[in-house]
């Protein structure tokens, strides 16, 4: 996987926004716009095992004991995971592609 630092439309390639992706289309040329399935697959990895690192360094018996600070300590380890994704998708933003290549994903694993 190649770095770059901007993301850009697989189809006429301008500079697309964040909010372009999540309405899954291209601002300019109208094209249906996702993030690879691959993409999310690969920031899942150094995510949990920083989840994985973080889980282990906090734990104390104290959760087991008291509901509250055990439920606390969860919600902590999942915005753990999501700041670790959103950093990864700042500094390595995702390869945007046309929405049909991760449609055909889906069909070929049905059939
Ligand atoms: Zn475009």
């Not at 008291?66 to 670790?84: E, K, N, P, R, Y």
């Amino acid at each position: 996987m190649g770095l770059n630092f901007c993301m850009t439309c697989p189809e006429c390639r301008r500079n697309i926004t964040g909010a372009d992706v999540r309405a899954e289309r291209c601002d300019y040329c109208n094209t249906e716009i996702c993030v690879p399935n691959s993409y999310h697959r690969w920031t899942d990895i150094p995510a949990y095992l920083v989840l994985a690192l973080v889980a282990i360094k906090t734990f104390s018996p104290q959760f087991l004991e008291h509901t509250w600070l055990g439920t606390l300590w969860f919600w902590m380890l999942a915005v753990v995971v999501a700041l670790v994704k959103l950093l990864i998708s700042m500094f390595i933003p995702p390869k945007i592609q046309p929405k049909y290549v991760n449609e055909d994903i889906t069909r070929l694993h049905l059939e």
